[in-house]
C-alpha cells in the first residue's frame, strides 16, 4: 500500500518543509508555513516584503499559490513531488492573529512567530485547488480528500530514521533484501531510502525501487521502530535506530 495523493499533499503542507508564495503581483518569495490539523493553512508573511506588499490588500481576498518543494532524506531517495496550494489569502489581526499562532506554533514552532505585529503578519490561505506535480506529471488532487486526510506522522522521523539505517545495519538490509527481494544487476549493496507509514522503499541498483509494506500501517515512532527491527532482524544490535 502507497500513500494516497491526498496525504502526501498533506504531508507536504504541514509546514516542516520550506515553501514560497507566488500571486498576480509578485514574483516567487520564500515564506514560512504551517498547515492545522483541520487543514486550515496558515502562512507568515514578513512585512515590507515583496509577498507582503502583493498580499496587503485589506478586506480584499488575493488570489495566492503556496508551492512546497519535497526534500528527499538521502542522495537517491526518490522526491514525494511538488505541491501546488492554490486558494485565497487574506490577513488576521487582532485576537485572531493571536490565536491562529498559537496553533501555527504547535505545528511549526518559527522564531519569527514572535515578531508577529512586529514585522510580520499572518495569512490565512482558504485552498481552493491542490495540486501534485510528479516526474508522471502534474494531478489534481479532490480538496475535500485533502482536508479530511492526515499527514504521515512518519516524515518527521524519516531522514534521522533512514541514516541510522544507513550507518548501522547495512548487514542485515542486505541479508533481508537478499531473501525478500530480486537483486539488481549492479553490485551496489541495496538501501532503505524512504519510509512512510505503509511501507519502506529500497534502492536496488539501477535505478530500480522495491517496496515492502507495513500491516497494518504503522501508528507511531516505537511502533515503525519495532517493525523494522523485526522485519530486518535488528532485535539485539547496539543500534536499532
Known amino acids: 500500500m502507497h500513500p494516497s495523493p491526498a496525504e502526501i ?3 507536504l503542507a504541514t509546514g516542516r518543509l520550506g515553501g514560497y508564495v507566488r500571486t498576480p503581483r ?5 515564506l514560512r508555513h504551517a ?3 483541520d487543514g486550515t493553512t496558515l502562512m ?3 512585512d515590507g516584503g515583496a509577498a507582503a506588499e502583493s498580499l496587503a490588500r485589506p478586506g480584499d481576498d488575493v488570489a495566492a499559490v503556496l508551492c ?4 528527499p532524506p538521502l542522495t537517491g531517495s526518490p522526491s514525494l ?3 501546488w496550494l492554490s486558494g485565497w489569502a487574506c490577513p488576521l489581526e487582532g485576537e485572531e492573529a493571536r490565536a491562529a499562532a498559537v496553533e501555527f506554533a504547535e505545528v511549526n514552532p518559527a ?3 514572535l515578531s508577529l505585529g512586529e514585522g510580520y503578519t ?3 490561505l482558504d485552498v481552493a485547488e491542490v495540486r501534485l506535480e510528479r516526474s508522471a506529471g502534474l494531478a489534481e488532487v479532490d480538496v475535500d480528500a485533502y482536508l479530511a486526510a492526515e499527514p504521515d506522522p512518519v516524515a518527521a522521523w524519516e531522514a534521522e530514521l533512514l541514516a541510522d539505517l544507513a550507518d548501522h545495519h547495512a548487514e542485515q538490509i542486505g541479508a533481508f533484501a537478499g531473501k525478500r527481494l530480486a537483486a539488481g544487476p549492479d553490485d551496489r549493496p541495496p538501501r532503505v531510502v524512504r519510509l512512510d507509514r505503509y511501507g519502506m522503499a529500497f534502492a536496488m541498483g539501477d535505478g530500480r525501487y522495491a517496496r515492502v509494506g507495513f500491516a497494518p500501517p504503522v501508528s507511531c515512532r516505537a511502533d515503525l521502530v519495532g517493525r523494522m527491527r523485526g522485519m530486518l532482524g535488528m532485535d539485539g544490535c547496539r543500534h536499532a535506530a
Not at 512546497?68 to 526534500?71: G, K, L, N, R, T
Open 44 to 46: 507568515l508573511v514578513r
Open 111 to 113: 522564531g519569527d512567530l
Open 9 to 11: 499533499t498533506r504531508t
Open 26 to 30: 509578485n514574483a516567487p518569495a520564500r
Open 35 to 37: 498547515t492545522l490539523r
Open 122 to 124: 499572518l495569512h490565512r
Open 81 to 83: 513531488g511538488r505541491l
Open 68 to 71: 512546497v518543494d519535497d526534500v
